[in-house]
């Protein structure tokens, strides 16, 4: 399971994305929707590590990966699913 909780996401000193709590649980597919400039992909760049989380939490199997570098998750995901999350974040992100 992945879930953020109050999550506060931006770049340099300015918050983009404010309170964002999602949960998707294992065997889900989910979509984030939104018009251009409204801060999809930068809660996917909070969520693995890429955009500065001011506050909230990232969890993943019960384990807090908040402000974990992307490099340490990157790592700690090649025993887990967490690696195709990240792969398709990267994925995602590249289209953007």
Same mark, same amino acid.
């Given at each position: %399971? =992945?879930?953020?909780? !109050? &999550? +506060? +996401?931006?770049?340099g000193n300015v918050p983009i +994305?404010?309170?964002?709590? $999602?949960? *998707? !649980? ?5 979509? &984030?929707?939104?018009? !251009? ?5 930068? /809660?996917?760049?909070? $969520?693995?590590?890429?955009?500065? +989380?001011?506050?909230g939490e990232v969890i993943y199997? !019960?384990?807090?990966i908040t402000g974990i570098s992307?490099?340490? =998750?990157?790592?700690?995901? %090649?025993?887990?699913? /967490?690696? /195709?999350? %990240?792969?398709?974040? *990267? =994925?995602? &992100?590249?289209?953007?």
């Open positions: %399971m =992945l879930k953020t909780k !109050n &999550l +506060v +996401v931006g770049y +994305v404010r309170g964002v709590s $999602i949960v *998707v !649980n294992k065997g889900e597919i989910i979509a &984030l929707l939104g018009p !251009n400039g409204s801060g999809k992909s930068t /809660l996917i760049k909070g $969520i693995v590590g890429l955009a500065k +989380v001011f506050s199997e !019960n384990i807090k992307t490099d340490k =998750l990157v790592k700690m995901s %090649m025993d887990t699913s /967490l690696s /195709l999350i %990240m792969f398709s974040c *990267v =994925l995602l &992100l590249k289209k953007t």
